[in-house]
């Protein structure tokens, strides 16, 4: 079935620099979710991408959907304390409704 | 709107037993899951359903049944537990599932945990 892998598991940062997740599947992607989970918390949406090439922004994050709609990346300039969580990517497994996330990135960031 | 609520926050069980998880919302979405999250595994998809009456399997669905008898509730049944399925359980929700847009709502979950 469809899987989605995330890498890296875990990403230990300084507080300013910057953090990069990557999202990828070996079968096209109708679209692609991420979420963001805090420590103890449950997951939250950030945004959603549908188009090739695809670029979105908010704020200091960046969202980007691969030309192939294969791959997927969450970019986060000069990080904070407050972007401390696991980041996780999602995609609907085909025509069937089912959304599959990825094992996700857990962000530690260091003040 | 109180959102996507979950019942109970935790709870211990022994081997064997059976228990109900519950979950519902109130924000008349169609679609509804539920994941179970394990460390390093994220979240995998336990069941799901497109609607009232309407049920499937997820990626990992042995030990578990669903029924969804009305839009609101969706639980989630432990037929006879174990420490495999010690876990933490979100429920979740969207408006419709296979649309262009489908932010999913997560309930703030159940902590199981199977002696």
């Known amino acids: 079935g469809q899987q989605v892998m995330q890498i890296p598991q875990y990403q230990h940062v300084q507080e300013g620099e910057d953090f990069t997740t990557y999202c990828n599947s070996s079968t096209t992607l109708s679209n692609i979710q991420w979420y963001k989970q805090r420590p103890g918390g449950h997951p939250v949406f950030l945004i959603q991408l549908v188009k090739s090439g695809e670029v979105k922004k908010q704020k200091r994050l960046t969202f980007q959907f691969g030309e192939a709609k294969k791959n997927s990346s969450l970019h986060i300039t000069a990080t904070q304390t407050t972007d401390v969580g696991t980041y996780f990517c999602a995609a609907l497994s085909g025509n069937t409704g089912k959304l599959i996330f990825g094992q996700g990135t857990t962000l530690q960031v260091k003040p | 709107n109180a959102g996507v609520t979950q019942t109970p926050k935790f709870q211990v069980l022994k081997t064997g037993q059976s228990m109900t998880l519950q979950c519902a919302q109130d924000?008349?979405?169609?679609?509804m899951s539920w994941y179970r999250q394990d460390p390093g595994m994220g979240l995998r998809l336990i069941h799901y359903s497109v609607g009232a009456g309407i049920t499937d399997q997820g990626e990992v669905p042995n030990g578990y049944n669903v029924s969804r008898s009305t839009t609101e509730d969706f639980p989630l049944r432990l037929l006879s537990a174990a420490p495999s399925q010690t876990s933490v359980y979100f429920c979740?929700?969207?408006?419709?599932?296979?649309?262009?847009?489908?932010?999913?709502?997560f309930g703030p979950g159940t902590r199981l945990t199977v002696l």
């Open positions: 924000m008349n979405h169609e679609y």
């Open positions: 979740a929700s969207s408006r419709d599932s296979g649309s262009s847009y489908n932010e999913q709502f």
